[in-house]
């Protein structure tokens, strides 16, 4: 897999963990390891803005992701010989609004940074909440993902 980890804020995070997650969660999809995608750890004012611009919201969030593929959860689709790497897309994260959320939930932050790392990287693999099954699936794969890791749901 190439993984692409972009450190643009001040909060220090596990970039070796987030890199090995990824390939985990790839991985258990079955995507192929040549697979490309971007994991940008951002401040709150540049999560905002990316908020505001490209989902129409006001203020900060703690993850985006823009993915590239119009994918089905649960499914990669097969490699194609003599093609460039498939490119999933970009997730954002704000760790200092992750930090601010885990507090709020009595929650410990790098459990909470993975599970929304997870979160992000999953709708890059077509998986969304937009309706309660689709939430249910998606809530579901990241509590399978993070305990195939030896993490938990914060």
Do not use: W
């Amino acid at each position: 897999m190439s993984l692409f980890i972009g450190d643009e804020q001040d909060e220090p995070v596990d970039t070796v963990g987030l890199g090995q997650l990824a390939a985990a969660v790839l991985a258990a999809e079955g995507f192929p390891p040549d697979c490309e995608m971007a994991v940008i750890l951002v401040s709150g004012d540049q999560i905002a803005e990316y908020n505001r611009q490209f989902m129409g919201r006001e203020g900060a969030t703690d993850v985006l992701a823009f993915p590239l593929q119009d994918l089905e959860p649960g499914a990669a689709p097969p490699p194609v010989a003599n093609q460039p790497p498939l490119s999933l897309g970009d997730v954002f994260l704000c760790p200092a609004e992750i930090k601010r959320h885990a507090a709020r939930e009595s929650v410990d932050f790098e459990e909470y940074f993975f599970l929304l790392a997870v979160h992000g990287i999953l709708h890059l693999l077509g998986y969304d909440h937009d309706d309660s099954d689709s939430t249910q699936q998606m809530d579901e794969r990241q509590e399978e993902l993070l305990a195939m890791m030896g993490r938990r749901l914060p």
